[in-house]
């Protein structure tokens, strides 16, 4: 009786349902555990060999005859939609180490470092693209005129990696890598970027002594006023 219960189709559906409920269970388990783990791109610092590394495509600098490329460890991270609102969305998908601008009229280039050894979180380029359409075909084209450059330089807490954990510092340059200045150093957290009126940014950010806002003017490179943000309690990290 019990061998041909086990025979009958029905019985067999059943346990296969079972089953398969069974995987899926597990496998969602898997999802939500791996989905909660928090993943942050980092590189390896100071290796015995150097990485690999690649050159990304060349992709033009709106309104200037510059192209800019990538070199990345692992795929390239910033640049492709850097038409974007929001500064956050640059370089967190890749690992760039060093970024190479092109002339295209004199096709004369340059690397923004000298060796591959950064590590770019982000790669902003200011005045950003307007997101309206446009509308009059005398429109004057918006053009770039600056980069800020969001940059791990060194393993500072000595785990053996170059990532957000580290300190990090805030730099920029002309639109074709020219004039490159740090402008703040052990940034723990940048919070904004924001383009205002006479080429002045806006940056909010956290240092080790607390949290600050400043404004900088883009045409001399310099910090022309900087607060502190208010307390905002112990229980915020």
Not at 26 to 37: E, I
Not at 211 to 235: A, H, K, N
Request: glycine share 6%.
């Amino acid at each position: 009786m019990e061998v041909k219960m086990l025979k009958s189709p029905w019985v067999k559906f059943f346990l296969y349902s079972v089953l398969l409920a069974v995987l899926g269970l597990f496998f969602l388990s898997y999802l939500f555990y791996r989905g909660s783990k928090p993943r942050e791109e980092s590189v390896v610092a100071n290796s015995d060999e150097p990485p690999e590394l690649m050159l990304g495509d060349f992709y033009p600098i709106e309104g200037t005859s510059y192209l800019l490329a990538e070199i990345f460890n692992d795929r390239p991270s910033s640049y492709l939609g850097y038409e974007s609102a929001r500064w956050s969305a640059f370089g967190t998908g890749g690992q760039t180490r060093n970024l190479v601008f092109l002339d295209s009229d004199s096709l004369a280039s340059r690397k923004l470092y000298d060796a591959n050894n950064f590590f770019l979180l982000s790669v902003v380029p200011f005045p950003q693209k307007s997101s309206k359409p446009v509308e009059q075909p005398n429109q004057e084209i918006n053009h770039v005129q600056w980069f800020v450059y969001y940059v791990v330089p060194q393993d500072s807490n000595k785990d053996g990696l170059l990532n957000e954990n580290d300190a990090s510092v805030l730099a920029i340059s002309d639109y074709n890598g020219l004039r490159y200045k740090v402008i703040l150093e052990g940034v723990l957290q940048l919070y904004e970027l924001a383009m205002l009126q006479n080429g002045r940014l806006l940056s909010a950010y956290k240092l080790l002594d607390g949290r600050y806002t400043s404004l900088i003017d883009m045409q001399t490179q310099e910090i022309i006023l900087t607060q502190p943000l208010p307390d905002l309690g112990i229980e915020v990290k």
